[in-house]
C-alpha cells in the first residue's frame, strides 16, 4: 500500500525538498523518486532538485549516503509513537526512497518529510 493523501511539495533549496500532505496506514510503505524515476508507484520529486554521486577524496559518495530524510508528524500526534523506517536504494533513476510505517496497528498521522543531501 502506498503514502495516503496528496503531497505537497516545495523546493526549499536547491538541495532541499518539504513534502507535506501524506500518511501512511497501518504496516504500509510509500515511496519517493527523484523525478523522472523509473520506480513504479513512486512519488516524484521536483525536476530542480538534482542530487547527483560525488566525488570525496578518492571515493565516490552514492545517493544513499549522501540523501538526508527527517521527518516531523504534523497536526494530531498520536498518543504513542508510530515508527517509521526509512531505507534508500538504488542508483540514478532508480534511486529511491521507502518510507515504511512499522506499527501494524495504527495509521500515522499527516508527516512533514525534508528532503535534502550534501555534494
Same mark, same amino acid.
Given at each position: ?8 511539495? &516545495? ?5 532541499? %525538498? #518539504? !513534502? *507535506? ?5 497501518? @504496516? ?31 571515493? &565516490? ?5 549522501? %540523501? #538526508? !530524510? *527527517? ?5 494530531? @500526534? ?39 543531501? #550534501?555534494?
Amino acid at each position: 500500500m502506498a503514502f495516503t493523501g496528496t503531497a505537497v511539495k &516545495t523546493q526549499i533549496s536547491d538541495r532541499c %525538498v #518539504r !513534502v *507535506t500532505g501524506l500518511s501512511l496506514a497501518a @504496516a504500509a510503505s510509500g515511496l519517493f523518486g527523484l523525478f523522472g524515476s523509473t520506480v513504479v508507484g513512486a512519488e516524484a520529486l521536483p525536476d530542480g532538485f538534482n542530487p547527483k554521486p560525488y566525488a570525496y577524496q578518492g571515493d &565516490t559518495i552514492p545517493l544513499t549516503e549522501s %540523501v #538526508r !530524510v *527527517t521527518w516531523n508528524f504534523v497536526g494530531d @500526534a498520536p498518543a504513542t509513537a508510530v515508527p517509521l523506517r526509512i531505507v534508500k536504494s538504488g542508483t540514478g533513476l532508480a534511486f529511491q526512497i521507502e518510507v515504511t510505517n512499522e506499527d501494524g496497528a495504527a495509521a500515522t498521522p499527516e508527516i512533514e518529510f525534508y528532503i535534502e543531501f #550534501r555534494d
